[in-house]
């Protein structure tokens, strides 16, 4: 075939496709083998067995939760963990979950441990990866892809942590986000009724109760500081393996008693909350804007 500047073989675009079809292929397989390595990696290192109490690990080896293991990923045995499980005081298990932050765990082996961590977690409570929603504005398209074909949902809109659980009992996993994401979803379901449904595993309550000043808190993210006492949190055990990957992570849940101790005048004031500076992606923003997990001070 003629073309400017001399002769090409018929069919140059065409085998380029296909090339650039394959190497997108095999980039996506080593997308999923280095996640299955970082699955092994907690299991081997202990970390999922001493973890795994503290999420409510104790479903499945009583026979009461099915297993629904990730697409693409092998089926592990995950074992339950000496931890004890503060959740079984909560309403209902999940029967859903919504996933913010995660980061390029395509190239961070920190936010692949993360998302190593949630799929076992999901398997553990029985919760299918098909009701399991994923949203960071900084996922690649190879990374959007290999979610898919984990079996998981990507949200299409940025909601800003304004998730709204609908009366469906929903864990949320939001390892290292900012203080303004976990602040919008309190004020989305800013009730004793939706609050009881919910569980948190991200940045501990109480560090961000330490760390704050007081005024500060009440004032920029007043619905943290309102669900304190309301609150029952436990750590993740610290390993030296996942020092900056689950630093500071706590379970957080709400049970309906405590929330109902809780003055009457904590749930009249539900002003949709604002913020002097960019702590999380808005809507507006671009993906470059910030970090893609937030940025935490």
């Known amino acids: 075939m003629a073309a400017e500047g001399g002769w090409r073989p018929a069919g140059g675009g065409r085998r380029r496709q296909r090339r650039r079809r394959e190497e997108e292929a095999a980039e996506g397989g080593a ?19 001493a973890s795994a109490g503290a999420c409510g690990g104790t479903g499945r080896e009583n026979g009461l939760l099915p297993s629904f293991p990730s697409p693409g990923l092998t089926p592990l045995s995950v074992p339950t963990g000496a931890v004890r499980a503060p959740l079984g005081d909560t309403a209902e298990p999940p029967a859903r979950c ?100 919910m569980v948190i595993i991200g940045n501990s309550f109480k560090g961000i109760e330490e760390r704050l000043l007081s005024r500060i808190l009440e004032r920029d993210y007043s619905y943290i500081a309102k669900v304190l006492k309301g609150t029952k949190e436990v750590a993740l055990p610290a390993h030296p393996q996942y ?13 309906l008693q ?3 101790e809780l003055s009457p005048a904590v749930w009249d004031f539900v002003e949709e909350p604002t913020y002097e500076e960019c702590e999380i992606i808005r809507k507006e923003d671009g993906a470059d804007q910030c970090s893609p997990a937030a940025v935490e001070s």
Request: glycine fraction near 8%.
């Open 31 to 49: 997308v999923l083998r280095r996640l299955r390595e970082a699955q092994n990696d907690l299991l081997s290192s202990g970390f999922w067995a």
């Open 98 to 197: 919504v996933c913010y932050g995660l980061g390029r765990f395509s190239c961070c082996p920190a936010a692949r441990h993360q998302l190593a961590f949630l799929l076992l977690l999901l398997e553990e409570l029985g919760v299918p990866p098909s009701r399991c929603s994923v949203f960071d504005p900084a996922f690649s398209a190879q990374e959007a892809a290999a979610l898919v074909e984990l079996g998981l949902r990507l949200l299409p809109d940025n909601e800003e942590g304004k998730h709204g659980i609908e009366g469906s009992a929903t864990l949320f996993y939001m390892v290292h986000c900012g203080k303004a994401l976990y602040n919008n979803l309190l004020w989305r379901n800013w009730s004793a009724g939706a609050l009881s449904k």
């Open 243 to 255: 020092l900056d990957t689950f630093n500071d992570t706590s379970v957080h849940w709400f049970p």
């Open 258 to 260: 405590k929330l109902k």
